[in-house]
């Protein structure tokens, strides 16, 4: 065992350097044996003294504070949860969806009678005038634009039944939607939309009255029934006016006109154009109160929900004028046979 220095001294293998600040290694050369002993030494460095953190070390070797760390991403939103469907989808399918509803309720009996009588009393004397007037015209203008053919071709006693095929089937009952439309149509829309953005149908319903009771379906019933009669006087009042001028500028007896309107006309002809009128009415009721309900944006919505109401309502027209006159017409073609005797 080797003698005790004046420090502790411990027995190793030898070892030549050594990086620890206290330890010194001393070599015995004259120990045959060449022991090595390892010799502590105080220091008079502090040693660093561990200190707990609850944040991580920074992976720099510089002092920059630690960069944040981030955020776990969120789960992908689920398919069409932010697709809304385009305003005119929208607008149809409400307007499919409030004719639904009208036709079940009045099925249901559920209407609102005085409120129909009103309705009444504004589409069909409220709109007579300018609609007799408009027939008038057209007549007239219809008549100019092929009376004096005729009679050139010597064709002058088909011109009355001519005048009663096209003012039956066509001018009439789409002459006159289109002026509802424009006058009536409006109207309902821009009524309607008031009361929307002025939350007057809220408060409809608050009181226990159902707004499409109360409001939509008056107004629908009121347009299918006095559009027909309508389109009556227009026919009868156009065909007038069209015998008169024919009689006054072209020659062609009245007596004639009306004889050759009698052999041409079907009866079927009337109540395809009286079946015409009630699906146009329908149509002018359903889009522009559909469009009404569904106003929002205050006074600038209001006016936006008439413009296009009415322009729907044409365009409806237009497209339903095609398809029942080819289901109604398509097989006809000798009315005319008829009207020349």
Sequence with gaps: MPSAGAGAAFLLRPIYATTHPLIRLSRAGADANHKSHLHLYQSRRRLPVPRLSLTPAPTSSNNSPPSPQPASPEPPPPPFSRWSPPRAIWRGLSALLLAGQVFHRVLMGRVHRRNLLAQLRRVGPGSAGVSLLTAAFVGMAFTIQFVREFTRLGLHRSVGGVLALALSRELS?????????????????????????????????????????YLVVPRVLACVLALPVLTL??????????????????????????????????????????????????????????????????????????????????????????????????????????AMG
């Design 233 to 338: 006087m227009s026919f009868a009042l156009g065909l007038a006016s069209s015998a008169f001028l024919a009689d006054s500028i072209f020659g062609v007896s009245t007596s004639i006109i009306l004889e050759s309107a009698r052999r041409a006309l079907r009866p079927w002809d009337l109540i395809s154009s009286l079946l015409k009128s009630q699906v146009f009415g329908a149509i002018i009721a359903v889009v522009s109160c559909a469009w009404g309900v569904t106003t929002h944006g205050g006074a600038k919505g209001v006016g936006e929900s008439t413009t296009s109401a009415v322009v729907v309502s044409l365009v409806g027209i237009f497209i339903a004028d095609f398809a029942l006159s080819c289901l109604f017409f398509q097989g006809a073609g000798d009315s005319l046979k008829y």
């Design 173 to 213: 009952p789409v002459v006159t939607a289109v002026v509802a439309a424009g006058r009536v149509g409006s109207a309902f829309a821009a009524e309607l939309g008031t009361m929307q953005v002025s939350e007057q149908t809220d408060t409809l319903r608050v009181l226990g009255a159902q707004p499409v009771d």
